[in-house]
């Protein structure tokens, strides 16, 4: 979990959507992983326990795994029917949730076997 204090609903947006960039760009020791990051992006509001908003940005991550993954995905509160504008929300603290996974390079199966042996 990251906590972005001071964050809007934009800035929190935006920046998850840097950090899910950063990590599919990333390269390991001269081999080309594929990395994907999917991430559940939460606002605290007043009603809620942190065990709520965490809750909130998980079940985000699990919809942005769910719907094809590396992506980014907002998570409204529950007692709205549709989703809230960008602009109807204030500022508060926001929480990503993100799971990361490698996807090998076909083109080096026979790299990564040659190492196993």
Same mark, same amino acid.
């Given at each position: 979990a990251v906590l972005l204090p001071y964050f809007d609903i934009t800035m929190a947006?935006? &920046?998850a959507e840097q950090l899910r960039s950063v990590m599919a760009a990333t390269h390991f020791e001269a081999q080309s992983i594929k990395v994907t990051a999917s991430?559940?992006?939460?606002q605290l509001s007043q009603q809620e326990t942190a065990a709520q908003?965490? &809750?909130r940005a998980d079940d985000a991550l699990y919809d942005a795994k769910g719907s094809g993954r590396n992506r980014v995905i907002i998570a409204y509160l529950e007692n709205?029917?549709?989703q809230l504008e960008i602009n109807e929300l204030k500022e508060g603290e926001f929480v990503e949730v993100f799971d990361v996974e490698t996807e090998p390079n076909p083109d080096e199966s026979e790299a990564s076997q040659k190492l196993s042996t």
């Open positions: 947006e935006d &920046k991430i559940g992006v939460a908003l965490l &809750k709205s029917h549709t």
